[in-house]
């Protein structure tokens, strides 16, 4: 088997997902994840550092996004308008993974260590906005009140999203959210 | 020396935040709290699990502080506000603490095992405040909007509280970081 595999880390991804699902987190191990993809451990461990890597591989990419679309959003944009922007191409990235995002939420919630540690990506892509707002001249605590308000608007529109499975268009639902966080913040 | 010592939690945990600012948390042995606080470490042993637990024993009780206060608000309150008096309440606890909270907070925010332990209790508060807001009524998302806006408050006026040093008044940093995420939600 060659050094490099076309489209092996999809392949690798899709075959633990499935597995997770299946016999949950804990029970699953490199090598069936290996097995079911048709590829061997080796090839595995090119592409990711564990298994738990799998399900937050894509973080990075998410974090240079949310932090481009601030960067590069024409001047005179308000913050809650640059975050929720950011969180709409977000949405559009998550609903071109097709069911990964659904599954992978199912596993995460089955799991506290898996919950701590999606909590912890959360925060860190919030940060990263509060950052890049402040890069732009939004003064604190406007930069992390937006950023962090905003990651929670995104966390409750995702679950609903991945729960209800209902809407099919996460963008709106996050719209949805935030129109209840400026309802509540208002105190409607 | 006795099963029971009086303070002598209270005197563990001064001697442990003492040790932790001097010398690091990692650095820091259980035996050289007991030590400093002239005490045994089967004392120690007896009031916590381990040296972390010193930073988080207080959780529960401000927990139970939060869901209280909730509870037994009048009817009609908007859930903003039930939220904010709650957290005015834990100011008022935490200022009744003396240097525990600065020196807590110097300890955490240089250790990222501790950091991500202390995301993790904030967001567990969150949501204990969202679960007493549904039991009154408050529907979701406002539920969670309302309680996890709340921490992200909190947790902007208490870093203000404790970086700055220059406001001895934690519940007015509360009110003034609450104004600010209104005027950031409202796009001003």
Same mark, same amino acid.
């Not at 029970?27 to 990711?48: K, M, N, P, S, Y």
């Not at 940060?127 to 966390?155: D, I, N, Q, W």
């Not at 729960?163 to 509540?184: F, G, R, T, Y």
């Given at each position: 088997?060659?050094?490099?595999? %076309?489209?092996?880390?999809?392949?690798?991804?899709?075959?633990?997902?499935? $597995?997770?699902?299946?016999?949950?987190?804990?029970?699953?191990?490199?090598?069936?994840?290996?097995?079911?993809?048709?590829?061997?451990?080796?090839?595995?461990?090119?592409?990711?550092?564990?298994?738990?890597?799998?399900?937050?591989?894509? +973080?990075?990419?998410?974090?240079? &996004?949310?932090?481009?679309?601030?960067?590069?959003?024409?001047?005179?944009?308000?913050?809650?308008?640059?975050?929720? +922007?950011? &969180?709409?191409?977000?949405?559009?990235?998550?609903?071109?993974?097709?069911?990964?995002?659904?599954?992978?939420?199912?596993?995460?919630?089955?799991?506290?260590? #898996?919950?701590?540690?999606? #909590?912890?990506?959360?925060?860190? $892509?919030?940060?990263?906005?509060?950052?890049? #707002?402040?890069?732009?001249?939004? %003064?604190? %605590?406007?930069?992390? $009140?937006?950023?962090?308000?905003?990651?929670?608007?995104?966390?409750?529109?995702?679950?609903?999203? +991945?729960?209800?499975?209902?809407?099919?268009?996460?963008?709106? #639902?996050?719209?949805?959210?935030?129109?209840?966080?400026?309802?509540?913040?208002?105190?409607?």
């Amino acid at each position: 088997m060659g050094r490099w595999e %076309p489209g092996a880390a999809g392949r690798l991804a899709k075959a633990a997902l499935e $597995l997770f699902v299946e016999r949950g987190f804990e029970q699953t191990t490199v090598a069936e994840i290996a097995q079911r993809a048709g590829l061997t451990e080796r090839t595995f461990f090119r592409h990711f550092t564990d298994k738990r890597e799998v399900l937050f591989a894509g +973080t990075g990419q998410l974090r240079e &996004l949310l932090v481009r679309e601030i960067e590069q959003a024409p001047p005179g944009e308000l913050p809650i308008d640059l975050v929720a +922007t950011a &969180l709409r191409s977000a949405a559009r990235l998550l609903q071109q993974r097709g069911e990964f995002p659904w599954q992978r939420q199912q596993v995460i919630m089955a799991n506290v260590e #898996l919950r701590e540690r999606e #909590l912890i990506k959360l925060a860190a $892509l919030g940060a990263a906005m509060a950052s890049a #707002l402040r890069a732009r001249g939004v %003064p604190e %605590p406007a930069a992390s $009140l937006a950023a962090e308000a905003g990651m929670t608007v995104f966390r409750v529109a995702f679950e609903r999203w +991945t729960a209800e499975n209902c809407e099919p268009d996460l963008a709106k #639902l996050i719209q949805e959210s935030l129109a209840a966080l400026k309802a509540v913040a208002a105190g409607r």
